[in-house]
């Protein structure tokens, strides 16, 4: 079956710290990946995707790296700031074009000053 | 921009108590979801519709129905709450088309007893 697998929180790093949060699946196909973040007591937004292998998505200074040989996405960040400090979702479409989503189990990020 | 609308935000429930959660978006958007979301899990898909009048379930559908009474408009019910529905609820949409982003809601937060 389809899975997500994400690496635990909480992560706690000092601003400008680099930032890594892993994230494995396990699919048939070839499915497109996604990061989504929530803040504090909202619902999520998406962060970034890729829909291929070798793709790489970016956004706001992350990115993540489609590889299939690894079946990872892990997300990456050069320098944190304290306004990133969330709880971010690794995710996979299984449903094709009905955008049917199966979630990681999300980690939490806090950055201090 | 109003995006999604849940409402209430927040509800406590006695176990055989029944209860409608709203959702409506102005967006413009075909598909439209429900989740819920425990902590350790994720989240995961209670239904989901592709357009007005269709819905489908997800991986999580028992103990609830839904109704897609318009274009903008998606309930959740729970006819007889039980103490393991305690969750997060969030409803998200998504325009039509493989891959598009999807759109939440700020969550309500349902505490059956």
């Known amino acids: 079956g389809n899975s997500v697998t994400q690496m635990e929180g909480p992560v706690t790093l000092s601003e400008e710290a680099f930032l890594t949060i892993n994230c494995t699946y396990t699919a048939t196909g070839y499915p497109s990946l996604f990061w989504y973040v929530q803040y504090p007591g909202e619902g999520l937004q998406l962060l970034l995707k890729?829909?291929?292998?070798?793709d790489k998505g970016s956004n706001k200074g992350f990115e993540a790296t489609y590889r299939k040989e690894t079946t990872s996405f892990h997300l990456e960040k050069g320098s944190v700031q304290v306004s990133d400090s969330a709880v971010y979702f690794c995710a996979l479409n299984y449903g094709g074009a009905t955008n049917k989503l199966i979630f990681g189990t999300g980690t939490l990020l806090a950055v201090q000053p | 921009n109003a995006g999604v609308t849940q409402t209430p935000k927040f509800q406590v429930l006695k176990t055989g108590q029944s209860m409608t959660l709203q959702c409506a978006q102005d967006?413009?958007?075909?598909?439209m979801y429900w989740y819920r979301q425990d902590p350790g899990m994720g989240l995961r898909l209670i239904y989901y519709s592709a357009s007005e009048g269709t819905t489908d379930k997800g991986e999580v559908p028992n103990g609830y129905n839904v109704s897609r009474l318009n274009k903008r408009e998606f309930s959740l019910r729970l006819e007889s709450a039980a103490p393991s529905q305690t969750s997060v609820y969030f409803c998200?949409?998504?325009?039509?088309?493989?891959?598009?982003?999807?759109?939440f809601g700020d969550g309500t937060r349902l505490s059956i007893l």
């Open positions: 890729a829909t291929k292998a070798d």
């Open positions: 998200a949409s998504s325009r039509a088309g493989v891959n598009q982003p999807q759109h």
């Open positions: 967006m413009n958007h075909n598909s």
